[in-house]
DNA sequence: CAAGCAGCTTGCATTTTGCAAGTAGAATTA
DNA sequence: TAATTCTACTTGCAAAATGCAAGCTGCTTG
């Protein structure tokens, strides 16, 4: 079967960790973002606009298209995206955040922190940096403003 | 060869991004963290007071072997775990976080916070949750003071 | 000095990943 | 309106990572 569910059936069902190995809340993240690939699909949707299938498969790591479908969809599954069809090109489908994947937001910032300190070679830039230590509240509600801009392209 | 290095020869040699797929701070946690075990031997490290090789094997997740010991390599040679003779039995080993280890523990506790947000199993306790909403630093602190005692068994 | 423990290593079957190529439907172009 | 292109996948297969069981080695303990 090609076609796949635009809409979520399952929205109501919640993913709780009966379905992991363990209860722990590091183990829980695991079970779904444990992997080399989820989190670039994360960073790609919360920092830097990226709203189609074809734009994912454009960034610099270059996931391949299997692996990437394979993401979109548990990550929709989980409820961390939503998955809708672009009003201005009835082929093309938007992939968005929604509450869940926004409140990775502080998960997000506090790695981009981490690597910051620890990659003498990492590409955050200096102000953001200095605004994650200055004034993180402040910078977590700009990014969550611009994600609800109607496009950010 | 049985033998490996006890000390780390590498120390001097940081590990960044010029060997990994970008030089994006969430895709440079990913290349050392990403797959779903090393961030549980951290967990172990950080929130349990483990320091035997024995101890990770034990816990509930079941990591085997082969990965555990392939996982606390990898950590050793990028800077994250430091790896000693234990002074009361020479035929062990203690596993401890080094400071870049250490400094983990803001991403960690933001993953509990999203976790006991999102998974209604979560097996954190009410009071950290609560404690993680009202005193972020101070929670942040007393983990770090306890990590430091001489042995917290 | 034999037995047991702690920390691995090795071998092999299973699963996941990575790459290339193919497919289906909507939109665009000729 | 027929052919081409665009977008979002699916499929097949080789390569790599994982999982399990068994084995090995250097202490320590009886």
């Given amino acids: 079967m090609y076609f796949t569910s635009t809409f979520n059936d399952n929205a109501h069902m919640e993913f709780n960790s009966k379905d992991c190995r363990s209860n722990c809340p590091i183990n829980f993240i695991l079970e779904t973002f444990g992997d080399k690939w989820t989190l670039?699909?994360?960073r790609d949707l919360m920092f830097k606009g990226k709203r189609h299938y074809g734009d994912f498969l454009a960034s610099e790591e270059k996931i391949s298209t299997n692996i990437l479908a394979d993401?979109?969809?548990?990550?929709e599954e989980r409820g961390v995206i939503n998955k809708t069809i672009d009003p201005n090109?009835?082929?093309k489908f938007i992939y968005s955040l929604t509450q869940k994947g926004k409140d990775l937001?502080?998960?997000?910032?506090?790695i981009t922190a981490?690597?910051?300190?620890?990659?003498?070679l990492t590409n955050t830039p200096k102000w953001f940096?200095?605004?994650?230590?200055?004034?993180k509240a402040g910078l977590a509600s700009k990014i969550l403003s611009e994600l609800d801009e109607p496009s950010s392209k």
Same sequence: chains 1, 2.
């Fill in 89 to 91: 090109n009835r082929s």
């Fill in 71 to 75: 993401r979109l969809q548990r990550l």
């Fill in 105 to 110: 937001l502080p998960v997000m910032l506090e």
């Fill in 114 to 120: 981490w690597s910051g300190r620890y990659d003498s």
């Fill in 129 to 135: 940096l200095q605004a994650l230590k200055e004034d």
């Fill in 40 to 42: 670039l699909v994360i």
